[in-house]
């Protein structure tokens, strides 16, 4: 019985805490939550004062002092309480902070369920079974209206039904009514389906929210790397026009002057237009990898030769800079594109080499499982955790 007890609640109330997004959840729906707390106080002190009149002139009046006494009780420890959460500090708050909040409203909750549940003590005994029957009516309405409570917290709201129910229950069970069954077990159908109602919706609220988070993060997410990537085009675009017009100068500089067309020029005059050509390849790229239409040529790898020659090209200025380039591991092979693996590898040790002032970089591969794991590690300053989505 514990365990499908258990199994229930799981496939119900799925456990929040074990959620990625958890503690964004925890702030969503806290937040949806309050947002709604004031108005439902509000609307719950005025059905109870329209209560307290519709008893007025068959209750006593002990029982009359006694339920506006409870209105201003619940209605002032409401007022102050919510009124303390809209004053703090909306900055600095914590988890721990949704967590208190959590219990304050469950307090909250008790207290009101405890005042409502004195309605039958105080006005059954002199009242008329058409005034029983418009009270729990009356009573079921009013529970059944906040949404936003049942589907955020339902815990607190099962928390206030349950005494308010319980208490109509056993009233009403000491009832004449005739011999209708109806009138003895609406209060506890009620109670049974009020809280059934609640775990459903509860659900259906959280699978909202998390819709809602991921699309938030996914767009967050797609925006930022827009972003990098103008940037990068941006960037790319101002390094081509240095080659360029470095190759336009050489050429000129050859058809101007007949001392200049040898083999050093002629060498510059490649060399910078090798460059150019390597930078329009990798807007190409980026304008394949847009379209979906980027060619991914598989073949078998060495991964030790690769990385070799790869740092045979950074060596020289990581030992201008006075720093060990090492590569180490084992002898691998990898099914993959060897010109998009150069260039994954040369931008990251690249990287490495430019941002580590002292120390070594140690470029290493290893196998495992049927995969390779390539690893750069070096002593620079490292990349924050909040930047690495976008650069890599």
């Not at 190759?247 to 067309?261: D, F, G, I, K, V």
């Not at 150019?276 to 394949?288: E, G, N, V």
Request: charged share 15%; glycine share 4%; proline share 3%.
């Amino acid at each position: 019985m514990a365990g499908l007890l258990k199994k229930l609640k799981n496939e119900f109330l799925p456990p929040i805490s074990e959620h990625p997004l958890a503690e964004d959840l925890q702030w969503e729906r806290h937040n949806l939550f309050m947002a709604e707390v004031g108005s439902r106080m509000v609307g719950s002190v005025i059905v109870a004062c329209i209560v307290g009149l519709m008893f007025y002139s068959s209750a006593t009046a002990n029982a009359l002092l006694t339920w506006f006494s409870g209105i201003l009780f619940v209605a002032i420890n409401s007022w102050v309480l919510i009124r303390w959460h809209y004053r703090s500090d909306h900055e600095n708050r914590s988890l721990s902070y949704v967590r208190t909040w959590h219990w304050v409203n469950l307090y909250l909750s008790v207290i009101w369920g405890i005042f409502w549940a004195l309605t039958p003590f105080l006005f059954f005994p002199d009242a008329s079974q058409i005034q029983i029957l418009s009270l729990l009516l009356l009573v079921v309405v009013a529970s059944s209206m906040p949404s936003v409570t049942m589907g955020c917290y339902p815990d607190i709201y099962i928390t206030f039904l349950t005494p308010v129910f319980f208490s109509f229950s056993w009233h009403l069970l000491s009832g004449d009514f005739g011999g209708e069954i109806l009138p003895l077990i609406i209060a506890p159908l009620t109670w049974m389906m009020l809280v059934l109602f609640s775990i459903v919706i509860h659900r259906t609220h959280m699978e909202s929210i998390i819709l809602r988070l991921e699309h938030r993060n996914a767009q967050e997410l797609a925006d930022e790397r827009t972003a990098a990537k103008t940037r990068f085009i941006a960037v790319a675009s101002h390094d081509l026009r240095q080659p360029v017009q470095a190759a336009r100068l050489y050429a000129e500089a050859m058809l101007s002057n007949p001392e200049m067309r040898n083999q050093e020029t002629s060498e510059k005059l490649v060399r910078s237009l090798s460059s150019a050509s390597h930078l329009l390849d990798r807007l190409l790229d980026i304008s394949k990898l847009d379209a979906g239409v980027l060619e991914v040529n598989l073949q078998t790898v060495r991964v030790q030769k690769v990385l070799n020659e790869i740092s045979a090209v950074h060596s020289v200025h990581a030992m201008e800079k006075g720093i060990h380039l090492r590569v180490q591991g084992e002898q691998c092979f990898v099914s993959a594109d060897k010109s998009i693996l150069i260039e994954i590898l040369d931008n990251v040790i690249g990287n490495a080499v430019r941002y580590t002032e002292q120390g070594e970089i140690t470029v290493s591969a290893h196998a495992s499982g049927g995969s390779v794991c390539l690893t750069v590690t070096d002593t620079g300053l490292g990349i924050p955790k909040s930047k690495q989505a976008i650069v890599f």
